[in-house]
Nanobody, 113 residues
Framework: QVQLVESGGVLVHSGGSLRLSCAASGLIFSSCSMRWVRQARGKGLGWVSDVDGGGGRTYYADSVKGRFTISRDNAKNTLYLQMNSLKPEDTAVYYC??????WGQGTQVTVSS
């Protein structure tokens, strides 16, 4: 049974930093590309970032490029999202996703202005 458990979401001030984690189990983690997706209140899901299984290739939405960094530790079966220079528009529930259909429960990030 695949489990993805996100953590690290809190309330931060604009300009602050935060690191999200996603602990994975029940899958061959190092073989899976992984994704962060977010959903602001009242809006649809928005893609944030992808990383390949080895961690060497990363991809970012334009809205977060240069501010967010996705990474993974395959020895710990954990995915990360380092978020810097946070903006109020980054406020959302952040989900860890092992494409196509495996999702965590989400963690709330709130950025105050």
């Amino acid at each position: 049974q695949v489990q993805l458990v996100e953590s690290g979401g809190v309330l931060v001030h604009s300009g602050g930093s935060l690191r999200l984690s996603c602990a994975a189990s029940g899958l061959i983690f190092s073989s899976c590309s992984m994704r962060w997706v977010r959903q602001a209140r009242g809006k649809g899901l928005g893609w944030v970032s992808d990383v390949d299984g080895g961690g060497g290739r990363t991809y970012y939405a334009d809205s977060v490029k240069g501010r967010f960094t996705i990474s993974r530790d395959n020895a710990k079966n954990t995915l990360y999202l380092q978020m810097n220079s946070l903006k109020p528009e980054d406020t959302a529930v952040y989900y860890c996703n092992a494409p196509p259909g495996r999702w965590g429960q989400g963690t709330q990030v709130t950025v105050s202005s």
